[in-house]
């Protein structure tokens, strides 16, 4: 038994040795990572994308080179000593790629994407830099950047269509798909509705990529006052939403058939007036 124990914990101790060479090299690494200056740059779809990038040392152009690319390796900008090297620039990025000459000295490296396109969505760019003094390495050619592009095409046009008993929400041609939750009003509160009550079917074009998405509410009985969809782009980090308000109140929704259909019909057409 003692013995048994000593080996245990002699195995114990070993794990926890290789854990804490484990924890070491992950630490390392993290290290490594968090001296990667990485971050996000989310961008609208035709408009332009800071890529912002320095290196810590001030330089004549003469000694600087770097490049930026992405995950495919294909070649967004290059600098050589002074000079911009065009030929070493890959289709995708041919012409709507541009850094900053004037403020290069100061070590900053960035470049502008201008024309963004949906497949420039998802790119992940990295920067390689290296610093020359005469005939001196003062930085070895390393990777210096990071930067993950997201690209969106705005959300807009959110039409909301509402009968006696569903209520169907669609958003036409954006891209990413869109997170659709609804609300519910009641005369002096909200709550969220229960996904079980929403069925949402997304499309995607397959020739320009956009999404279609229509959310469809089974509207659960309830004496409420309006509905709203709520259309959330992850990318833009914006929300856009349309209500339905019931002019005579929640006595409308529960009336039966054509009548309830009318009225609410009528209120809906006087909504969409209102908000015009
Ligand atoms: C680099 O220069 C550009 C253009 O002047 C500027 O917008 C950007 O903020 C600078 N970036 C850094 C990291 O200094
Ligand atoms: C931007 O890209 C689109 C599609 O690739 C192209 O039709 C348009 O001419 C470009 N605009 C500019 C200003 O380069
Ligand atoms: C380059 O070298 C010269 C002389 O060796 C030195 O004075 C200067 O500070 C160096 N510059 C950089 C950026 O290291
Ligand atoms: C909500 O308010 C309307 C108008 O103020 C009223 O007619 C209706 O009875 C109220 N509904 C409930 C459930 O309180
Ligand atoms: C940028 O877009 C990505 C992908 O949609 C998202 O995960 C991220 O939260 C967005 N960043 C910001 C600051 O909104
Ligand atoms: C999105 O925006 C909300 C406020 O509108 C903010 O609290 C949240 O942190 C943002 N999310 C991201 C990923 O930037
Ligand atoms: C709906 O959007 C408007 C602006 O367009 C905003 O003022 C309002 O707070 C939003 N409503 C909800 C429930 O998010």
């Not at 569903?166 to 009641?186: G, K, M, N, R």
């Amino acid at each position: 038994m003692r013995l048994k124990s000593v080996l245990s914990t002699r195995f114990i101790g070993n794990i926890l040795t290789k854990m804490a060479v484990l924890l070491g090299l992950f630490s390392a690494l993290l290290f490594v990572s968090e001296a990667i200056f990485g971050y996000n740059v989310n961008s609208t779809i035709m408009d332009s994308a800071l890529l912002e990038c320095s290196v810590p040392v001030k330089t004549d152009l003469k000694n600087l080179r770097f490049y930026w690319q992405d995950e495919r390796k294909d070649v967004l900008y290059s600098f050589n000593k002074g000079e911009k090297m065009f030929n070493h620039v890959n289709d995708p990025y041919l012409n709507r790629v541009s850094a900053f000459t004037q403020d290069m000295t100061k070590g900053n490296i960035s470049v502008l994407v201008k024309n963004l396109t949906l497949g420039d969505n998802g790119r992940i760019f990295e920067a390689y830099a290296a610093v020359f003094n005469g005939s001196k390495t003062v930085m070895q050619n390393s990777k210096v950047c990071h930067v993950n592009l997201y690209v969106t095409v705005p959300y807009k046009d959110l039409k909301l269509a509402v009968n006696t008993k569903t209520s169907v929400c669609t958003l036409h041609d954006v891209f990413p798909a869109p997170e659709i939750h609804w609300t519910i009003h009641y005369n002096h509160s909200e709550s969220l509705v229960d996904s079980k009550y929403v069925h949402t079917k997304t499309e995607q074009d397959p020739e320009n990529y956009l999404y279609t998405s229509s959310s469809t509410l089974h509207i659960p009985a309830g004496p409420y006052r309006a509905i709203t969809c709520l259309c959330h782009n992850p990318t833009s980090n914006t929300t856009l939403n349309a209500t339905y308000t019931l002019s005579k109140g929640a006595a409308v929704w529960s009336l039966p058939g054509w009548s309830a259909g009318l009225i609410v019909a009528a209120a809906v057409l006087l909504t969409a007036l209102m908000q015009l």
